[in-house]
């Protein structure tokens, strides 16, 4: 189920706002600028489908997203307990970043945490199966998939060369909780 919780930025120990309902949490996102859908499967799919199928499944989604925003590629990015680079990866996305493309992702499976960092505030926002969530170009953030990834997410780019991101040097990010789960 997904969750989100507000932090003043000064203050990580407490937050000033949670909800598990979708509709509040998607107001609450989108008051701030940030997308965030629930998506249905076209099509069942069977456990550790491949990219194909996934894109398959999510088609009409994708192609209305890609007619609304312009986006032009589109990829699955999975990331297992089993992968060898699981530790590399979270430190580089745990670090707070901006990209100059919105950050559109997916989670077609498992799940992972955004955190944003908007206008003295941190939405700590849990996603999982389901959840489509976008964060604005130039939007503060992270993000943690946790100790023993499981995540899988179609990504959506303008930008033909993916992922780039542009850190912001600020160590905020070492001080909110991490994303803690027990392994799939």
């Known amino acids: 189920m997904s969750y989100l919780s507000v932090y003043d930025d000064k203050n990580p120990a407490s937050p000033v706002w949670e909800s598990r309902e979708f509709a509040a949490i998607a107001q609450k996102l989108g008051a701030a600028g940030v997308r965030f859908e629930q998506w249905k499967a076209a099509i069942d799919l069977p ?3 491949d990219d194909a ?3 398959k499944a999510y088609a009409a989604e994708i192609e209305r997203l890609k007619r609304e925003e312009g986006y032009k590629t589109v990829d699955v990015i999975r990331v297992m307990p089993d992968n060898p680079k699981r530790f590399e990866l979270r430190q580089k996305f745990l670090s707070e970043h901006t990209h100059v493309e919105d950050e559109v992702r997916f989670f077609v499976d498992g799940a992972g945490v955004f ?5 003295g505030q941190v ?3 849990l996603c999982e199966r389901g959840d ?3 964060v604005p170009d130039g939007v503060p ?3 943690d998939f946790g100790a023993t990834p499981h995540v899988a997410a179609i990504r959506l780019f303008t930008n033909a060369e993916g992922w780039v991101a542009q850190y912001t040097g600020d160590d905020i990010a070492d001080y909110f909780p991490k ?3 027990e392994a799939a």
């Not at 955190?115 to 206008?119: E, G, P, Q, R, T």
């Open 179 to 181: 994303f803690e789960k």
């Open 132 to 134: 489509l969530i976008g």
């Open 47 to 49: 456990p550790h489908a």
């Open 123 to 125: 939405y700590m926002t």
């Open 115 to 119: 955190y944003l960092h908007i206008d």
């Open 53 to 55: 199928l996934i894109m």
């Open 141 to 143: 953030h992270w993000f």
